[in-house]
Nanobody
Framework: QVQLVESGGGLVQPGGSLRLSCSAS????????RGWYCQAPGKQRELVAA???????NYADSVKGRFTISRDNAKNTVYLQMNSLIPVDTAVYYC?????????WGQGTQVTVSS
Protein backbone atom coordinates (compact mmCIF):
# COMPACT_ATOMS: atom_id res chain seq x y z
CA GLN A 1 0.00 0.00 0.00
CA VAL A 2 1.49 3.30 -1.08
CA GLN A 3 1.26 6.18 1.36
CA LEU A 4 1.80 9.83 0.58
CA VAL A 5 3.32 11.80 3.43
CA GLU A 6 3.04 15.58 3.36
CA SER A 7 5.09 18.03 5.33
CA GLY A 8 5.98 21.71 5.43
CA GLY A 9 2.73 23.26 6.52
CA GLY A 10 2.40 25.66 9.41
CA LEU A 11 1.63 29.19 10.50
CA VAL A 12 3.13 32.03 8.47
CA GLN A 13 2.61 35.76 8.32
CA PRO A 14 1.17 37.42 5.23
CA GLY A 15 3.89 37.85 2.64
CA GLY A 16 5.79 34.85 3.93
CA SER A 17 6.72 31.59 2.24
CA LEU A 18 6.32 27.88 2.83
CA ARG A 19 7.49 24.83 0.93
CA LEU A 20 5.26 21.78 1.03
CA SER A 21 6.62 18.33 0.30
CA CYS A 22 4.80 15.13 -0.55
CA SER A 23 6.76 11.90 -0.57
CA ALA A 24 5.56 8.46 -1.58
CA SER A 25 6.41 5.52 0.66
CA UNK A 26 7.35 3.48 -2.41
CA UNK A 27 7.53 3.81 -6.16
CA UNK A 28 4.31 4.33 -8.09
CA UNK A 29 4.13 2.76 -11.51
CA UNK A 30 4.17 5.25 -14.38
CA UNK A 31 3.12 8.42 -12.65
CA UNK A 32 1.33 10.64 -15.13
CA UNK A 33 0.00 13.32 -12.80
CA ARG A 34 0.89 15.00 -9.51
CA GLY A 35 -1.22 17.71 -8.01
CA TRP A 36 -1.71 19.89 -4.96
CA TYR A 37 -5.23 20.71 -3.80
CA CYS A 38 -6.53 22.91 -1.01
CA GLN A 39 -9.67 22.81 1.08
CA ALA A 40 -10.70 25.73 3.26
CA PRO A 41 -13.35 25.33 5.98
CA GLY A 42 -16.81 25.06 4.47
CA LYS A 43 -15.49 24.90 0.91
CA GLN A 44 -14.89 22.18 -1.64
CA ARG A 45 -11.45 20.83 -2.33
CA GLU A 46 -9.96 22.57 -5.35
CA LEU A 47 -6.90 22.27 -7.53
CA VAL A 48 -3.98 24.57 -6.72
CA ALA A 49 -1.26 23.29 -9.04
CA ALA A 50 -0.45 20.21 -11.07
CA UNK A 51 2.40 18.73 -13.03
CA UNK A 52 2.09 15.98 -15.61
CA UNK A 53 4.44 13.11 -16.26
CA UNK A 54 5.88 15.10 -19.15
CA UNK A 55 6.54 18.12 -16.94
CA UNK A 56 3.71 20.40 -18.04
CA UNK A 57 2.29 22.50 -15.24
CA ASN A 58 -0.91 24.36 -14.59
CA TYR A 59 -2.01 26.59 -11.78
CA ALA A 60 -5.16 28.04 -10.32
CA ASP A 61 -5.47 31.69 -11.35
CA SER A 62 -5.32 32.75 -7.72
CA VAL A 63 -1.78 31.39 -7.25
CA LYS A 64 -0.15 32.10 -10.60
CA GLY A 65 3.12 33.92 -10.11
CA ARG A 66 3.21 33.04 -6.39
CA PHE A 67 3.28 29.24 -6.23
CA THR A 68 5.53 26.78 -8.05
CA ILE A 69 5.07 23.04 -8.32
CA SER A 70 8.07 20.81 -8.93
CA ARG A 71 9.06 17.18 -8.58
CA ASP A 72 12.03 14.97 -7.85
CA ASN A 73 11.41 11.63 -9.50
CA ALA A 74 14.40 10.00 -7.83
CA LYS A 75 12.95 10.87 -4.43
CA ASN A 76 9.31 10.14 -5.35
CA THR A 77 8.55 13.63 -4.10
CA VAL A 78 6.49 16.56 -5.32
CA TYR A 79 6.90 20.06 -3.92
CA LEU A 80 4.83 23.20 -3.73
CA GLN A 81 6.79 26.39 -3.18
CA MET A 82 4.39 29.01 -1.84
CA ASN A 83 5.51 32.64 -1.86
CA SER A 84 3.76 35.91 -1.09
CA LEU A 85 1.20 34.07 0.99
CA ILE A 86 -2.05 35.83 1.81
CA PRO A 87 -4.75 34.99 4.37
CA VAL A 88 -7.09 33.48 1.75
CA ASP A 89 -4.43 30.82 1.11
CA THR A 90 -5.30 29.39 4.53
CA ALA A 91 -6.48 25.81 4.02
CA VAL A 92 -5.56 22.18 4.36
CA TYR A 93 -3.33 21.23 1.43
CA TYR A 94 -3.43 17.73 -0.05
CA CYS A 95 -1.24 16.08 -2.61
CA UNK A 96 -2.55 13.66 -5.19
CA UNK A 97 -0.53 11.28 -7.33
CA UNK A 98 -2.00 9.34 -10.25
CA UNK A 99 -0.27 6.39 -11.86
CA UNK A 100 -1.30 4.19 -14.75
CA UNK A 101 -3.64 2.16 -12.57
CA UNK A 102 -3.67 3.84 -9.20
CA UNK A 103 -4.56 7.06 -7.44
CA UNK A 104 -3.25 8.22 -4.09
CA TRP A 105 -4.01 11.10 -1.73
CA GLY A 106 -2.00 12.44 1.15
CA GLN A 107 -3.45 13.06 4.60
CA GLY A 108 -3.24 16.82 4.28
CA THR A 109 -1.15 19.51 5.90
CA GLN A 110 -2.53 22.71 7.42
CA VAL A 111 -1.36 26.06 6.10
CA THR A 112 -2.43 29.11 8.08
CA VAL A 113 -1.60 32.63 6.92
CA SER A 114 -2.21 35.14 9.68
CA SER A 115 -0.58 38.05 11.42
Amino acid sequence: QVQLVESGGGLVQPGGSLRLSCSASKSIFRINYRGWYCQAPGKQRELVAAITGGGSTNYADSVKGRFTISRDNAKNTVYLQMNSLIPVDTAVYYCRVVGTSSEHWGQGTQVTVSS
